[in-house]
């Protein structure tokens, strides 16, 4: 070591340790875009099968007589939210509620976090088209009112 002389960095070697971590940036950024994107899909996946499956245990409930329901009513349930506040279980003697699900997920698509989870879906009723979904009396299906198209090339709002 030469007197006078410190050790340290030249400012070509901290350019070059620079570029080397903005390049590795510009690479890892789209990776994480789409883990980010396939964990919400998986949500949304996930989501969706918990909704349809509940709907579907409503209106297995009304078929077999276990819910109440009025002369000319499909037997799918009026809104989401009826199927955490449950009904009453017309086969129990003691009438004790069936409950469908324990709580509405929210989509997470959803452009705004703070609506309700009910209100982030687009729902169908059982007497409208499949390709043209519309709001009615009953919930038959729901769907993410997302417009972004998902990895697999399919908008959200028709999985």
Known sequence: MTP???RGFTLVELLITLAILALLAVLVAPVAR?????AKERELRLALREIRTAIDAYKRASDQGRIRK???SSGY???LARLVEGE????????????FLRRVPGD????????RAESTWQLRA?????DDPKEGDDVYDVRSKSRSVGLNGVPYHEW
Do not use: C, M, N, W
């Open 4 to 6: 006078g002389r410190t």
């Open 34 to 38: 789409v883990t980010d994107q396939r």
């Open 70 to 72: 009025s002369a000319g």
């Open 77 to 79: 349930p009026p809104t």
């Open 88 to 99: 009453e279980d017309q086969a129990d003697p003691r009438r004790r509620k069936i409950f």
């Open 108 to 115: 997470p698509l959803a452009e705004h976090a703070s609506l």
């Open 126 to 130: 059982y007497d409208s088209e499949a």
